[in-house]
């Protein structure tokens, strides 16, 4: 017993084994509770993880799993805990999850892999870990541990990159235009598939290169484009590449800089610019060239004569500028068509090309018009000579479906510097020349001379008088008779046409029916004689002054339009007149020029019941065969046979030959410039049917005409 605290040893011994197991007692709640605390931590930290979490035993039993595995698998705890992985995978899938946890169990290792998995039949794409532990080292007893992190956002937006940048190759691969990524030394990176075509390289070779080995530009050059495109983000150039088999292929290139992680490189798109260059030149060619002929045009001769006579004054060389359009061309194209006469065009320029090589240059100015540059042309007889290789080329005839057509020129030719310092003055002046050869009666070639100005300024001024006096009617006929030799009666007239001018008073046909042929005006002025001849016709016929018959002469041109029957038809029922008091003359050239179409022609002429007279016969080259074919009524014997009749043997002859011919072809013949009684009555000896002449009359207005008559 103690005698200071009055209590026993043993109980205070008891009391202190009291005090120590509450001690121990107090220090194991604490221990469970930071165990409690740092499991309850360790939990939340492992639920907190945005992956799987989980443990197996050796069998395959989960007997561990965080939030996270019981969500993205869609399990509660019983129904996961204690279970394995067959009860809640396909088996497939539970197959493999299967093979690679024995491995694991096998080897100790760690074993990673990713693949995919079904969820709630959706598939998922996981990466997942596996190891072995051993949570307690005095039993030894070892776990699975596993994680699994879901990765199917990552792996959709690989594999859609992957096709983002295979679709972006394909583009890249099928874009028409090449492609190049270049490195700041040139070095070709990346190239698509057009650049291999385009160039003849392997993708292999050309990346094995620099630009420098297929640019045209030097080393220097391509140095200071980068830098450009350094400085300005993006330039534009154009450059000629050199193929792999050295051909050279134009290119538009656009170079601009492009990021590429975190390297800068240059991205060249380039554009074949071969057809582009071809249309380019076609278009410069079509500029400069005429479409139908394929020679130089206008244009081009302007850009030529510039050339030629670029040296300074006293310097620059002597050209010749010969110009010249075909005779008679219109009635061609009216009388065989705009297809034939384009033909002919064609196989003139062919001939040209062919036959004039000292030409520099042989050009068509448009319509039937043609022009030769000649340059070094010292004088005039060289001159000359040019242009009379023209008319002596186009003798040999062309062949326009299957019919021989002959055609002639009137050429002119102008003299630089004489002639004209431009272009415009030296065609102006060679075309000047080329009308005055036709005044002289075509088939020609005239040297230009300043005199032949004033000559075109006058005939300027005829032509737009000549168009005043057909609107303003200042047109008037006179009608010469015809008589018959046998009957001495007059059977008829022929209408002449004189133009009573306010200026010149009367004018005769000489002086302005060559001007009326050029432009056309032959085509009006013809219509208007043919009606007021058959008006007058007409109103003598009423009158008892007759019955006359009229003759009116039809131009090449006239003969030449399709709708003339139409329009004599039309004219004839108008006036009234009988169709067999009309006669339509034509000269033998215009029928012969193209003999298949003027008998068609003629015929339908005939078959409105006029008559058919065909003048100047003797003056051409007709073929008796065609006279058969041709529907004719009267041969009019040229008065170039009658006027020296009497001092030319050959020319009786002649003429009486024609009398003979008509007779045995059952055809009436005129003669025509009788001015004499010896050569009315030679005529008239030989059997010539019918005169007219100064002899008999001269051309009378309708007035003398009518009293001339009554006096008969």
């Not at 939030?67 to 809640?88: C, H, S």
């Not at 030959?657 to 005529?683: N, Y």
């Amino acid at each position: 017993m103690g005698h200071e605290t009055g209590r026993e040893p043993w109980e205070i011994e008891r009391s202190q084994w009291l005090q120590r197991v509450r001690e121990l007692e107090q220090r194991e709640r604490e221990l469970l509770q930071q165990l409690r605390t740092q499991e309850n931590l360790n939990s939340k930290i492992l639920d907190a993880l945005p992956m799987d979490i989980f443990m197996e035993d050796a069998e395959g039993r989960t007997i561990y799993a965080n939030q996270a595995t019981y969500k993205r698998n869609r399990l509660t705890e019983e129904e996961l805990l204690g279970r394995t992985l067959y009860d809640f995978f396909p088996y497939e899938v539970a197959e493999r999850f299967r093979r690679e946890n024995l491995e694991v169990w096998r080897t100790g290792r760690l074993i990673t892999s990713e693949g995919t998995s079904l969820v709630g039949g959706d598939e998922i794409y996981l990466y997942t870990g596996k190891t072995l532990i051993c949570p307690d080292e005095q039993t030894g007893e070892k776990l699975l541990l596993g994680f699994a992190l879901d990765i199917t956002d990552r792996v959709l937006a690989e594999k859609s990159l992957r096709e983002s940048e295979e679709r972006f190759r394909k583009l890249v691969d099928q874009a028409a235009d090449s492609f190049f990524l270049m490195d700041g030394s040139g070095q070709f990176l990346d190239v698509n598939r057009q650049a291999c075509l385009s160039l003849g390289y392997t993708e292999e070779e050309l990346l094995t290169m620099q630009a420098g080995q297929i640019s045209s530009f030097p080393a220097g050059e391509l140095l200071r484009l980068h830098e450009r495109v350094v400085e300005e983000g993006m330039i534009q150039l154009e450059d000629e590449f050199r193929r792999k088999d050295g051909t050279r292929l134009p290119v538009d290139i656009r170079l601009g800089l492009v990021q590429v992680g975190d390297k800068q490189m240059v991205l060249a798109l380039c554009r074949d610019m071969t057809e582009r260059k071809k249309a380019a030149e076609k278009i410069e060619h079509m500029a400069y060239h005429d479409a139908l002929t394929g020679l130089p045009n206008r244009w081009f001769v302007h850009k030529r004569v510039m050339e030629c006579t670029a040296g300074k004054k006293g310097q620059a060389k002597p050209l010749a500028v010969v110009m010249f359009d075909l005779d008679h061309f219109k009635v061609i194209n009216d009388s065989l068509g705009h297809k034939a006469g384009d033909r002919l065009l064609q196989q003139v320029a062919e001939r040209l090309r062919r036959e004039l090589a000292f030409a520099d240059t042989i050009a068509r100015l448009g319509g039937d018009e043609f022009l030769l540059l000649v340059p070094g042309v010292d004088t005039e007889e060289e001159a000359l000579r040019a242009g009379r290789s023209v008319t002596g080329l186009l003798k040999e005839p062309f062949e326009l479906s299957g019919q021989k057509i002959s055609v002639t020129a009137s050429v002119g030719i102008a003299l630089y510097p004489r002639d004209g310092g431009t272009m415009d003055s030296l065609v102006r002046s060679a075309d000047i020349a080329m009308y005055r050869s036709k005044e002289l009666g075509r088939n020609a070639c005239r040297l230009f001379a300043p005199s032949m100005k004033d000559e075109a300024k006058e005939r300027l001024r005829m032509e737009v008088l000549l168009r005043e006096a057909i609107v303003e009617k200042q047109l008037v006929l006179h009608y010469q008779p015809k008589l018959d030799l046998r009957s001495g009666r007059v059977y008829g007239v022929e209408a002449l046409v004189r133009w009573n001018s306010p200026e010149q008073g009367l004018v005769y046909p000489g002086a302005f029916i060559g001007i009326a042929e050029e432009t056309g005006l032959i085509v009006p002025m013809g219509e208007w004689i043919v009606r007021e001849a058959c008006r007058q016709c007409r109103e003598w016929l009423d009158a008892g002054l007759g019955p006359l018959t009229v003759s009116v002469n039809l131009s090449a041109r006239q003969f030449a339009k399709a709708d003339l029957g139409r329009k004599i038809a039309a004219i004839l029922g108008e006036t009234g007149l009988p169709p067999n008091l009309l006669e339509l003359e034509l000269t033998e050239s215009t029928v012969m020029g193209n003999p298949e179409e003027a008998a068609r022609m003629l015929q339908s002429l005939k078959e409105l019941g006029v008559c058919i007279s065909i003048d100047d016969f003797g003056t051409g080259f007709s073929s008796l065969s065609y006279l058969t074919r041709f529907p004719i009524d009267t041969l009019k014997i040229d008065k170039s046979f009658i006027s020296r009749l009497e001092e030319e043997q050959a020319n009786g002859a002649i003429a009486a030959g024609i009398v003979s011919l008509a007779h045995s072809l059952h055809l009436k013949v005129v003669a025509e410039g009788v001015e004499t009684q010896r050569q009315l009555d030679f005529l008239a000896a030989k059997g010539c049917d019918a005169v007219q002449g100064f002899h008999i009359s001269r051309g009378l207005d309708p007035c003398a005409l009518e009293a001339f008559l009554q006096q008969r």
